[in-house]
Nanobody
Framework: QVQLVESGGGSVQAGGSLRLSCAAS????????MAWFRQAPGKERERVAS???????TYLDSVKGRFTISRDNAKNTLYLEMSSLKPEDTAMYYC?????????????????WGQGTQVTVSS
């Protein structure tokens, strides 16, 4: 069965860094669009970054220059390097996959989701 398992979340002070990982299994990982979403309490889920099956990346404007998404198709793993973290980055971060190689902004177009990993940034 399909599994997406996130890890690497935690609590950091503003200006700090974290690296999130998402281990994928049960589907042909290299052909899928992969993305990171986040959701803060009382807010809608938003796409933070995505990477297509060809390696094209897109980012939420507020994280450009601070976050980097990457994928390792040999290890079926997705990463999100986060630096210069701000309190407004505090949220549950989810890994998601879409069975089309091209990515989308809409959460509803993603087929599979991980359980999430919490990121908390204190000022």
């Amino acid at each position: 069965q399909v599994q997406l398992v996130e890890s690497g979340g935690g609590s950091v002070q503003a200006g700090g860094s974290l690296r999130l990982s998402c281990a994928a299994s049960g589907f042909l990982y290299s052909t899928y669009c992969m993305a990171w979403f986040r959701q803060a309490p009382g807010k809608e889920r938003e796409r933070v970054a995505s990477i297509s099956n060809s390696g094209a990346t897109t980012y939420l404007d507020s994280v450009k220059g601070r976050f980097t998404i990457s994928r390792d198709n040999a290890k079926n793993t997705l990463y999100l390097e986060m630096s210069s973290l701000k309190p407004e980055d505090t949220a549950m971060y989810y890994c998601a996959s879409r069975s089309v190689g091209v990515c989308s902004w809409s959460p509803t177009s993603y087929n599979y989701w991980g359980q999430g990993t919490q990121v908390t940034v204190s000022s």
